[in-house]
Nanobody, 117 residues
Framework: QVQLVESGGGLVHTGGSLRLSCAAS????????MAWYRQAPGKQRDLVAS???????NYADSVKGRFTIVGDNAKDTVYLQMNSLKPEDTAVYYC???????????WGQGTQVTVSS
């Protein structure tokens, strides 16, 4: 089993910054992809950013240039640095880990990010 523990959410004003962390523990495999998704009330869960175990990153268009995902393979931890936050970034942010080639998927419990205008 894999456990994902997220931290770093909170309330921030427009233009502010937050850093989310997600630490993975348990039976971990590589190659893998770790990612952040977000879900606003009444909306679907969408990919925000991802990073593979070899360092390849991918971002949603809405966060490019503002968010940065960084992985620390030694600590099995992924970080999401969020700058220039906007009210539309308000959502519950979920950490995800996917093991390849089995394509097994794990989720964290979610952390709330609220950006006030």
């Amino acid at each position: 089993q894999v456990q994902l523990v997220e931290s770093g959410g909170g309330l921030v004003h427009t233009g502010g910054s937050l850093r989310l962390s997600c630490a993975a523990s348990g039976i971990l495999f590589s190659p893998n992809t770790m990612a952040w998704y977000r879900q606003a009330p009444g909306k679907q869960r969408d990919l925000v950013a991802s990073i593979t175990s070899d360092g390849t990153t991918n971002y949603a268009d809405s966060v490019k240039g503002r968010f940065t995902i960084v992985g620390d393979n030694a600590k099995d931890t992924v970080y999401l640095q969020m700058n220039s936050l906007k009210p539309e970034d308000t959502a519950v942010y979920y950490c995800n880990r996917r093991h390849w080639p089995a394509n097994v998927n794990y989720w964290g419990q979610g952390t709330q990010v609220t950006v006030s205008s």
